[in-house]
């Protein structure tokens, strides 16, 4: 089964702080889409960015970077110098390598940051 | 802005009745997806719509139903509405199907049932 695991419900840092939030998946497929979503207070969902099964290139876009690794089946996030425009709720998501384009979500870590 | 609107904001309305949202993707997006987000399920998918026609099913309810028309909108009707029936329902499109292309959400509907 499909499955997305986020095992930090919630983490509080100070500003400037680095912060990693975890994710775990399982999926039997060998072509699949991993994502994360964040979810500012406002409510809306905004895309940060989607790897592929094949590509465990790290990322670093800006102050955010993600680390793929297969082999512990994990998509973590880390954001460097945290800032308090970075609280918000995020969300690691997986998605099937098919036609089918429906995603599955994680329960999301919140995460706050305070000056 | 994602691109993706959907109305209304909120709705408030009260046990057995029909609500229809509804959604307008991004221009040139063929595939709809409708979500629904409550405090104790989380984030689940409902149904996909690509170019008018089903193409995924998720844990949607019987009592709900939806539909991509012509012009690539997107209703998502709910009838024989019940308390935990109040959520934050999102829809979300993408250029195509599959899960290589990443889905833009809209601001949501955020559904009271009284």
């Known amino acids: 089964a499909q499955k997305v695991t986020q095992a930090q419900t919630e983490i509080s840092v100070v500003e400037k702080e680095d912060v990693t939030l975890d994710c775990v998946y399982e999926?039997?497929?060998?072509?699949?889409?991993l994502f994360w979503y964040k979810q500012p207070p406002s409510g809306e969902l905004v895309f940060l960015i989607r790897?592929?099964?094949?590509?465990?290139q790290n990322e670093i876009s800006g102050r955010y970077s993600w680390n793929f690794q297969k082999s512990t089946s994990s998509f973590n996030f880390t954001i460097t110098a945290s800032q308090v425009v970075d609280s918000a709720v995020y969300f690691c998501?997986?998605?099937?390598?098919?036609?089918?384009?429906?995603?599955?979500f994680g329960k999301g870590t919140k995460l706050s940051v305070k000056p | 802005d994602s691109g993706v609107t959907q109305t209304p904001k909120h709705l408030i309305t009260a046990t057995g009745q029909r609500v229809t949202l509804r959604c307008s993707p991004r221009?040139?997006?063929?595939?709809v997806y409708w979500y629904q987000q409550s405090l104790d399920q989380g984030l689940q998918f409902l149904i996909q719509y690509y170019n008018g026609e089903e193409r995924a099913k998720g844990n949607i309810l019987e009592r709900f139903s939806a539909q991509q028309f012509p012009d690539l909108h997107s209703e998502l009707n709910l009838s024989s509405l019940e308390l935990g029936d109040s959520a934050l329902y999102f829809c979300?499109?993408?250029?195509?199907?599959?899960?290589?292309?990443?889905?833009?959400f809209g601001p949501g509907t955020r559904l009271t049932v009284l």
């Open positions: 998501a997986l998605g099937y390598g098919g036609s089918q384009g429906n995603l599955i």
């Open positions: 221009s040139g997006d063929l595939s």
């Open positions: 999926t039997r497929d060998t072509t699949y889409y």
């Open positions: 790897r592929n099964s094949f590509d465990e």
């Open positions: 979300a499109s993408s250029v195509a199907s599959g899960g290589t292309n990443e889905q833009f």
